[in-house]
């Protein structure tokens, strides 16, 4: 079974653009949630996503957004880059599928790297 | 809100020598307790999980760790590392509402194992 694919892997932007993550979660996952990990925070929540619905989201600003499809696959948006969003960014998927699943499995990441 | 403590931010050892990283957790209802491992420039793979019944888990490449929920911790062994045990390891705590629809991964700030010959 294919693991968590994220796309692309690495992205350079510019102050003020704004990018867009693509995470496609295990065949089967309905369940996606977004991290972003960086040497001074460590690993932050940003927000999850079940069918097509957000369920939990962490603290950060309202320039992070995200999104879910039918297929589960996810978008997360960051609008007006900072110097601080240069981050990686993780996608993990989950199963959820009428239950509770605790176990998150982990994409390679996209490395953001803002100038 | 739970946290999580690792206690060391970088563990050194030799090769085929003993490890335990450890790790902490705050919480005072039900908790979800994993270990994953980071290799450079990788995601997560998780390395072992507690969800309910023995409080000795073992997971993949050797390791395994032991719920202690008087000492709230989750410190993770190995009796012998290798080289290739180099890496950094995360502690996390996961937490679920009653109705399951709002579940959370709580991370540790990682502990760096490095391995020596």
């Known amino acids: 079974k294919a693991g968590v694919t994220q796309t692309p892997r690495y992205l350079i932007k510019t102050r003020g653009q704004q990018v867009t993550l693509s995470c496609s979660p295990i065949?089967?996952?309905?369940?996606v949630s977004w991290y972003q990990q960086t040497p001074g925070q460590g690993l932050q929540f940003l927000f999850e996503y079940f069918s097509e619905t957000q369920r939990n989201k962490g603290n950060f600003p309202g320039r992070f957004s995200g999104r879910q499809f039918s297929n589960s696959r996810s978008e997360m948006n960051v609008s007006t880059l900072e110097l601080g969003d240069s981050a990686l960014y993780l996608c993990?998927?989950?199963?959820?599928?009428?239950?509770?699943?605790?176990?998150?499995?982990f994409g390679p990441g996209t490395r953001l790297t803002v100038t | 809100a739970q946290s999580v403590t690792q206690l060391d931010s970088q563990v050194p050892v030799f090769e085929e020598a003993p490890v335990e990283l450890r790790c902490n957790y705050s919480?005072?209802?039900?908790?979800?307790l994993f270990w994953y491992v980071q290799y450079p420039n990788q995601g997560l793979q998780l390395l072992l999980k507690?969800?309910?019944?023995?409080?000795l888990v073992k997971g993949i490449n050797g390791f395994e760790a032991e719920f202690n929920k008087s000492q709230t911790s989750f410190h993770l062994r190995k009796p012998s590392v290798h080289i290739s045990d180099t890496a950094e390891y995360f502690c996390a705590v996961g937490k679920a509402n009653s109705g399951g629809s709002n579940y959370k991964l709580t991370f540790g700030k990682g502990t760096l194992l490095t391995v020596n010959p």
């Open positions: 065949s089967g996952h309905r369940s």
């Open positions: 507690y969800l309910s019944g023995s409080t």
């Open positions: 993990a998927s989950s199963l959820k599928n009428g239950a509770v699943s605790y176990e998150q499995y």
């Open positions: 919480s005072s209802v039900s908790v979800y």
